[in-house]
């Protein structure tokens, strides 16, 4: 994922594009673009425009004045939860109206969160702002609510960054202070001495990055000890100097924490980002058309497919019918001329077999004997026999199937019926012995 961070201040516009995976972050673009009267905001932003590439994930961190803050305890721990009871908890004990506010928050301790808010009118002048110069941000937040991501920080300690002192417990924000005017060493040594006075306990140092290393050329008026944060060995790569550590570190912290999940935006509600959701609409609209455009050029297809099939079984049809007709022109036009030619070409693959038949035949006229007048029907199914004949007696009938043994395995008589001139009709039937054919 690619975020491109900027930050506003007074005369400076700071701006850092990282590239963040859960291995690794990469650095692909930075500038520090001063803002004066021959160089302006929209100049600046325009500038930025034009030079971007690709589509990455615009956040843009506010100065920390616009935010104010409460400590909350919570029985909770999921920060969904939290979020949702945060207008109920904050109701009645801040003087401003929570309709009014964009609330974030953030884990702090043990069942306790830094609740954070913002009046809804500057972040939607803000919005509007940059929606106007082109370049309207996702995520609307500010440096010090990035600071458990801070490279090179201890985990309990304070942390001056030229515009604020923020106080991190267990690599936690625990609290923050905004400065709007110059900072000097003794605002810094006061709001310590305040917060000691508060019950909060003293940090074990102060850690100074961006800016604030400028300021404080008398650190022994200081409670705690003072130390620049350097860069980290494992980041060497990433910031080549201590100048480049001391104006990124901060934008740096800014995107992972945003890769987390972990940053609190402050566009929620009726400021949410929305162009992302409309680009998103719109290319599932053209997706859905593409898939209708497949959908129905796929049923033309098998429209044609079957209009043609249907086309060749009506031509396979008047072929059959004409050749039905040239075979057989004596008969009547069949009802069904395939059937009927099935038929026939079943019979002629009975064909085959006619030689044996007739050899069984000659074999029956063989056995038949002088008193059997005639067999007038003989049919075999397998190796199943039926002979329908007329003899001169029902004795002859006996011998006739006495005469017969050597080819039948068994036999057996049907009826024998007697005609007025003394002869009689029989049927016989039986099966033909193993290697008679």
Known sequence: MDYLILKTEENLLTVAHFGVSRRSTELIGAASLELNDEHSLADAVHNIVEKMTGSPRIILCVPPALFAQRSITLPLTDLRKVREVLPTQLQGDIAQTVDDLALGVLPSGEGRFLALWARKGDISSIIELFRELGLEPQIITSQPFSLSEQPGLPADCAVFDGSSLSILKGGRLTYFRAFISDVTSSMIAATLSALELSGEGLPPRLCVTGTGTHIFTDADSLPVPVETVEVPTELGHLFKNDETFRQLSGLYAVARASHAGTLPDFRQGEL?????????????????????????????????????????????????????????????????????????????????????????????????????????????????????GDARSSQAVNEFKAALAPLLATAQLGEVKSRPDGTVTFTLSGTLKEGIK
């Open 272 to 388: 949410a980002w929305t162009a992302g959701d409309a680009k998103l609409r719109k290319k599932l609209l053209l997706t859905g058309i593409l898939a209708a455009t497949v959908i129905v050029l796929l049923f033309i297809n098998k429209g044609l497919q079957y209009r043609a099939a249907t086309a060749d079984i009506a031509s396979l049809n008047k072929s059959i019918a004409t050749m039905y007709r040239d075979v057989f022109p004596a008969r009547a036009k069949a009802v069904d001329e395939i059937s009927e030619i099935k038929g026939e070409i079943k019979k002629l693959a009975g064909v085959e077999s006619s030689s044996g038949f007739l050899d069984l035949l000659k074999k029956l006229a063989e056995a038949k004997v002088n008193s059997i007048n005639g067999l007038y029907e003989a049919e075999m199914e397998g190796r199943n026999l039926r002979i329908k």
